[in-house]
């Protein structure tokens, strides 16, 4: 695969579609071992996660529900560290089985909110599934349940992740090219 431009900045292909897909699948088969008999509520944290929550979803085998919720943190190409308010989670969530769903997990802060706010609500239980992570830049000490690739400290985009909103719709991941 080749080196791609977009706007101002030039990225190389770093995690392949079938690679993705693999770790999905991993994914896939803990969730539906460890929720056997459970009907869990899947929550997408939009927008990044549109694309894993696609292919997951559809390798999940359980009765469950799917909602999404939006949250933003990001500008660029560096965590602000602020954090903003839930939107659209219209549902009871009352003695429900979470599955918050994550793109990738940097430093923990969108994870970490988005959790405090599940957390008043009176749930069941909540776990975190994140298709990437950087443990190096992670500050918070909650267990990450699921996590697909686990990747150094360095800006990737495509399969939902974004530079500047550009990128979303590739089908795979590429690092930012420093050179
Ligand atoms: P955190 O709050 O964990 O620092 O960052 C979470 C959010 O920052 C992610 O949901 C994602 O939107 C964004 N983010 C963190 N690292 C990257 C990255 O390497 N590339 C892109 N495109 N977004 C990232």
């Given at each position: 695969m080749?080196?791609?431009?977009?706007?101002?900045?030039?990225?190389?292909p770093?995690?392949?579609?079938k690679?993705?897909?693999?770790?999905?699948?991993?994914?896939?088969?803990?969730?539906n071992?460890?929720?056997s008999?459970?009907?869990?509520i899947?929550?997408?944290?939009?927008?990044?996660?549109?694309?894993?929550?696609?292919?997951?979803?559809?390798?999940?085998n359980?009765?469950?529900t799917v909602?999404?919720?939006?949250?933003?943190s990001?500008?660029?190409t560096?965590?602000?560290?602020k954090?903003s308010e839930l939107?659209?989670?219209?549902?009871?969530l009352?003695?429900?089985?979470?599955?918050?769903?994550?793109?990738?997990?940097d430093?923990?802060?969108?994870l970490?909110?988005?959790?405090?706010?599940l957390?008043?609500?009176?749930?069941?239980?909540?776990?975190i599934?994140?298709?990437?992570?950087?443990p190096?830049?992670?500050?918070?000490?909650?267990?990450?349940?699921?996590?697909g690739?686990k990747i150094p400290n360095?800006?990737?985009?495509g399969y939902?992740?974004?530079y500047?909103?550009?990128?979303?719709?590739?089908s795979?991941?590429?690092?930012?090219?420093?050179?």
């Amino acid at each position: 695969m080749d080196k791609i431009t977009v706007k101002d900045k030039i990225f190389k292909p770093y995690i392949s579609d079938k690679e993705l897909q693999e770790s999905i699948t991993l994914i896939a088969e803990k969730i539906n071992h460890d929720y056997s008999g459970k009907s869990p509520i899947f929550i997408g944290v939009l927008n990044g996660s549109f694309m894993f929550m696609s292919d997951l979803l559809k390798k999940i085998n359980l009765q469950c529900t799917v909602s999404f919720v939006k949250l933003a943190s990001y500008e660029g190409t560096a965590t602000t560290g602020k954090v903003s308010e839930l939107i659209g989670l219209n549902e009871d969530l009352e003695g429900q089985d979470i599955i918050l769903v994550e793109d990738i997990v940097d430093t923990g802060n969108t994870l970490i909110k988005l959790y405090e706010i599940l957390e008043e609500k009176k749930v069941n239980s909540i776990k975190i599934a994140s298709l990437l992570f950087k443990p190096d830049a992670y500050k918070k000490s909650h267990p990450i349940d699921y996590i697909g690739k686990k990747i150094p400290n360095a800006f990737v985009l495509g399969y939902g992740l974004d530079y500047d909103g550009w990128g979303r719709n590739l089908s795979s991941i590429y690092v930012l090219d420093e050179k």
